[in-house]
Nanobody, 123 residues
Framework: QVQLVESGGGLVQAGGSLRLSCAAS????????MGWLRQAPGKEREFVAA????????YYTDSVKGRFTISRDNAKNTVYLQMNSLKPEDAAVYYC????????????????WGQGTQVTVSS
């Protein structure tokens, strides 16, 4: 059974930082592209970032470029999202995702999803 378990969400002031983690189990982690999607109340789900199986390529939505960094540790079956200079508009539930193709992740699709972790940014 595949499980993606997110952690690291919370409340932070605008301009602050958070690091999200996603621990994967039940799959061959290094065979999957990993990503993060987010959904704010009343808004559609939005692609945030994705990283290739090797970590050699990463992708970001324009609104987070230069502020967020996705990384992975295949030895620990974990993917991270370092979020700096957070803005109120970054507040959302962040979902960890896994798929065999990072192109699908960038389109908002994923074979596997985590339960999500809440990020709240106060202004």
């Amino acid at each position: 059974q595949v499980q993606l378990v997110e952690s690291g969400g919370g409340l932070v002031q605008a301009g602050g930082s958070l690091r999200l983690s996603c621990a994967a189990s039940g799959l061959t982690f290094s065979n999957y592209a990993m990503g993060w999607l987010r959904q704010a109340p009343g808004k559609e789900r939005e692609f945030v970032a994705a990283i290739s199986w090797s970590g050699g390529a990463s992708y970001y939505t324009d609104s987070v470029k230069g502020r967020f960094t996705i990384s992975r540790d295949n030895a620990k079956n974990t993917v991270y999202l370092q979020m700096n200079s957070l803005k109120p508009e970054d507040a959302a539930v962040y979902y960890c995702t896994a798929d065999g193709a990072n192109a699908r992740l960038r389109l908002g699709f994923a074979q596997y999803w985590g339960q999500g972790t809440q990020v709240t940014v106060s202004s």
